[in-house]
């Protein structure tokens, strides 16, 4: 492979995961605030929420790295995900033991406790962990990172200063992305290169972790040459545009049996990316005045039905046909 330059040994994500308060990109207003905290030495609980790639666990460990001198680091930081968490002996035990432990020089070092996933922790240890925040002494210092704050118990929420983080703007992801590119050195067409981290962006819906995987795919994949959004879009489970138009086209003129077909040469089809896919070209679908707003919570039916496990490809029709449904008459 030898004459390889371009680097696809490590992953990208892990590789430009920041590494400092000014990395993280676009958090701007949770990361001033916890700067502040985490400098003055009075660092609160802290609960991270947000949707997923948007930088929660790399400033978690940011703050470790900057709170925690590196010797001790591994004495005075426990991460624990929920899949750890579900039996409540284990936390218990687990937790006790860690704040227990104490260098004999540095009694009152702080102690971070990581817990990732946290809106996955079933509701009783969350109450056994409430109890264990509450009577724990004040060296020890919660973070709690979760995508959803609303299965968080209210007890565990109020004893935690909250920071709220946000999908990334468009013009924010695609600056990472070029800031990665030139370290790696790619070599992107420039007459295709807007384009081409449009897509990306598009593709990744402001999470950044998925922006750069489909970077780095891009690259592994060798579609830089001969770049073409649509491959990129295929390979990434959407639509490629000219499916996505023929589509659009058959559900304007109201055929079932076509949409079908179409929907059937999708070979990679991923619901949930369809369903943004869709919503994003409703504009284009000519929807009856007052059929918009029903039009719309079908779309949120059809997403909860599948993340309750039903079949993705009924469903899809369904919502198909609905439109279908849906759209301005045909003049006769
Ligand atoms: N705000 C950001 N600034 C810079 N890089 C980011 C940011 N958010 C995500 N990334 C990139 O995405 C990768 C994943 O980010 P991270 O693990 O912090 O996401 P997360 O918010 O914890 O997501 P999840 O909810 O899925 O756990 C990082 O390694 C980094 O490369
Ligand atoms: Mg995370």
Not at 144 to 169: E, G, K, Q, W
Not at 180 to 185: L, M, Q, S, T
């Amino acid at each position: 492979m030898g004459k390889l330059l371009i680097d696809l040994e490590s992953p990208w994500v892990e590789k430009y995961r920041p590494q400092t308060f000014e990395e993280v990109v676009s958090q701007n207003l949770a990361v001033e605030n916890l700067k502040e905290f985490v400098s003055k030495g009075n660092m609160p609980h802290m609960i991270f929420t947000g949707p997923a790639g948007t930088g929660k666990t790399s400033t978690a460990l940011i703050i470790a790295k900057h709170a925690i001198k590196k010797e001790n680091y591994f004495s005075n930081v426990l991460e624990l995900n929920a899949s750890d968490t579900v039996r409540m002996n284990y936390v218990r035990s687990v937790i006790k033991n860690f704040v227990s432990q104490n260098l004999a020089l540095e009694r009152n070092a702080l102690k971070l406790i990581i817990l990732d996933e946290a809106d996955n922790i079933p509701n009783q240890v969350q109450q056994a962990l409430r109890r264990i925040i509450e009577k724990s002494s004040l060296n020890v210092k919660f973070i709690l990172m979760c995508n959803y704050i609303n299965r968080i118990i209210d007890p565990i929420i109020s004893r935690c200063a909250v920071f709220r983080f946000t999908n990334l703007s468009k013009d924010k992801v695609i600056e990472r992305l070029r800031f990665i590119a030139k370290k790696e050195n790619l070599n992107i067409p420039q007459t295709e290169e807007n384009k081409f981290y449009e897509t990306l962006f598009f593709i990744s819906g402001g999470d950044l972790r998925k922006a750069i995987n489909a970077l780095q795919m891009s690259v592994a994949l060798e579609l830089l040459k001969n770049l073409d959004s649509n491959e990129i879009l295929k390979v990434s489970g959407f639509l490629d545009n000219s499916t996505l138009n023929e589509l659009l086209e058959n559900i304007r003129s109201k055929n079932l049996i076509r949409s079908r077909k179409t929907l059937e040469t999708v070979q990679t089809l991923d619901a949930r990316n369809f369903l943004r896919q869709m919503i994003g070209s409703l504009n284009e679908l000519d929807i009856q005045p007052g059929y918009l707003n029903k039009t719309l919570s079908y779309f949120g039916d059809v997403d909860y039905r599948i993340s309750q496990g039903a079949d993705e490809r009924i469903q899809l029709m369904s919502l198909i046909s609905h439109l279908i449904k849906s759209s301005i008459k045909e003049k006769e």
